[in-house]
């Protein structure tokens, strides 16, 4: 509630530049609505010019995903997510989550007058939260994948997202204009912005779309915190009464975010969860 105006219905679309790239994408579709129902459309490359006017090139063709929602400015939903937990009650307050550390029975962050104690502690610090995990002794394979995203206040726009799935790169229409995101760049957390990527995105989205200009501020930047077997991190912590994990989602943790939620909320209440938590398990890795 109170967010429709930043959710896009419509699906999403992987075009391709060449027919047999095309082929390969449609059986493997065909497989996926087989096996689990994602429901898809082929679109040659005259269906795909009338539904993505603004296309420069006439392309093979795409696989549109009729199901998926866009949403066109994340950082404003979780705005209001954060804004109805505290209609219903919740309490945001900032600490140094570094600081965590056991108190008694419990767990407590920050300190002095400042600290804040509970029974239960979730560690759900993303790319960050590797720090605190050594800290308290624990060594999981851990590592980023970040990724840039460009906005262009360009007219006319996609009407919905795409990805140039020959050249790795997404470009989707959001409030501030249209967005151009990279593929992955393994770095550390904290290394320096470089770039290269967007640039060399930049330039092949022109060969399918009139860009414009770059709205003036930086590129943003994001660190996707990763587990190397690309499953995340969901349960207790194995050597620490009251002490959960919720982490590692590598790039889906905007979509797979509430679903795992769930599942940590029916494990810390001693529910039956609704799906198997074992793939997820942190003690998979000792």
């Known amino acids: 509630a109170g967010a429709q105006d930043l959710v896009q219905e419509g699906g999403f679309r992987f075009v391709f530049r060449t027919p047999q ?16 129902g994602v429901q898809h459309q082929a679109e040659d490359g005259a269906a795909l010019a009338l539904a993505e006017p603004a296309l420069r090139q006439r392309l093979a063709g795409a696989v549109h995903w009729t199901q998926p929602w866009a949403v066109n400015d994340p950082g404003e939903l979780v705005r209001r997510y954060a804004t109805l937990f505290v209609q219903r009650g919740g309490h945001i307050a900032q600490a140094d989550a570094l600081s965590l550390r056991p108190a008694g029975a419990g767990w407590q962050v920050g300190a002095g007058g400042d600290a804040h104690r509970a029974e239960l502690a979730v560690v759900a610090l993303g790319p960050w939260s590797d720090g605190l995990l050594k800290r308290l002794g624990y060594r999981y394979p851990l590592f980023v ?47 320096p912005a470089t770039p290269v990527q967007l640039a060399k995105a930049d330039a092949l989205a022109r060969e399918l779309i009139d860009l414009g200009q770059a709205l003036p501020e930086a590129p943003w930047l994001g660190a996707r915190p990763c587990v190397a077997d690309m499953l995340p991190l969901i349960g207790p912590a194995p050597r620490h009464r009251g002490l959960w994990l919720h982490l590692g989602h590598a790039h889906q943790g905007f979509t797979l975010g509430p679903a795992s939620a769930r599942l940590l909320a029916e494990l810390v209440a001693g529910d039956t969860p609704y799906i198997d938590p074992t793939p997820s398990s942190p003690a998979r890795w000792g």
């Open 145 to 191: 994948k970040r990724g840039y995203h460009q906005h262009y206040q360009t007219q006319p726009s996609l009407r919905q997202p795409v990805l140039d799935t020959e050249r790795g790169y997404v470009l989707a229409p959001m409030r501030r204009g249209l967005r151009l995101t990279t593929g992955a760049e393994f770095a550390r957390v904290d290394a």
């Open 21 to 36: 790239a095309l082929d390969e994408a449609l059986a493997r579709a065909q497989h996926l609505g087989a096996a689990f």
